[in-house]
């Protein structure tokens, strides 16, 4: 009897504590305690602009087309991880793409596709699409790229650009468009087309297609809006946060097969692996640079 009057009287105690101590917060403050059934946290969509547009061209603002673009600017401001590395990724990737992209041609807001495609990574997906533009195999071919066995260009990020801007200006001289050209991008040349034809309409936005391509013009277009003005998305990243671009290298001419790349990287006092950290595009332990010159990058600091 002794021990159930002990833990009863304990319990009691325990108790009372817990509610003059909830009492004492709520007083000191008073926003701090939430009721049981609300989240402590702001969570607010985004207030849609009356117009959006890309590479130039208006997206058309209609019921359906409202709620497509309000949907990913939401996924976009709330998916933390993602659009927070996008940030600090821009600034190392951007120049280099914009650079290249005005040289070819190409409408500055296509950088902002690379950043729905890879999120400025070099990434990998199950379909076999690689790199910063996704490119696959054939594709990459197609517009200049090496890829076997120890090269993959794909993962090259100012050749795999290159390719990438001469792709979307493929794209754009046989659909008139530059939101076409991007759609085609995403659902291919021949199925854009296709599409088009058996829906007997002109532009991706008129469309009855699958989620991911009725998805793919707003979600870059998304991306544009967050990055250009991150804090009115509530992402604050300083400066000194960003991912910077690659400086202070040199240019190595390598013409001749090197039977592990170890002893390269070792030769310029560098490890295996940052050896690969500046030149990702090398994906195997060696080169054999059969009658050609690859150029691979040294830090010099």
């Given amino acids: 009897m002794l021990v159930k009057n002990n833990f009863t009287s304990g319990l009691f105690a325990g108790v009372l504590l817990v509610i003059v101590l909830g009492l004492d917060i709520a007083n000191v ?91 400025l990574s070099n990434a990998s997906s199950s379909a076999g699409a690689k790199g910063l533009w996704q490119f696959l195999k054939g594709t990459a071919g197609d517009f200049g790229l090496e890829v076997n066995t120890e090269v993959e260009e794909r993962f090259h990020y100012e050749k795999s650009t290159r390719a990438a801007a001469k792709f979307i200006r493929y794209l754009y001289d046989r659909t008139g468009s530059w939101v076409n050209a991007a759609g085609a991008y995403n659902m291919g040349l021949a199925n854009l087309n296709k599409t088009l034809e058996t829906q007997r309409e002109k532009s991706i936005f008129d469309l009855n297609v699958n989620d991911e391509t009725s998805r793919y013009i707003f979600r870059i277009v998304a991306l544009k809006e967050i990055l250009s003005m991150p804090q009115a998305y509530g992402f604050y990243v300083d400066e000194d946060q960003k991912y910077q671009p690659i400086k202070n290298v040199k240019e190595v001419a390598v013409n001749s097969p090197v039977e592990n790349l170890s002893d390269l990287a070792h030769q310029y006092g560098l490890s295996y692996r940052m050896l690969k950290y500046y030149n990702p595009w090398l994906i195997d332990s060696k080169l054999s640079a059969k009658d050609k010159t690859y150029t691979i990058l040294i830090p010099t600091k």
Avoid at 56 to 63: A, F, H, R, T
């Fill in 29 to 119: 403050l008073p926003n701090a305690m939430p009721p049981l059934n609300e989240l402590p946290q702001l969570v607010r969509p985004p207030r849609l602009k009356d117009n959006f547009t890309f590479a130039g061209e208006k997206l058309p603002m209609n019921v359906d087309t409202r709620e497509r673009m309000e949907k990913e600017l939401l996924v976009n401001s709330y998916y933390h991880t993602s659009t927070v590395l996008a940030i600090k990724n821009a600034p190392r990737f951007f120049p280099m793409i914009e650079k290249i992209l005005k040289e070819e041609g190409i409408p500055d807001d296509f950088k902002y596709l690379a950043v729905a495609e890879s999120n």
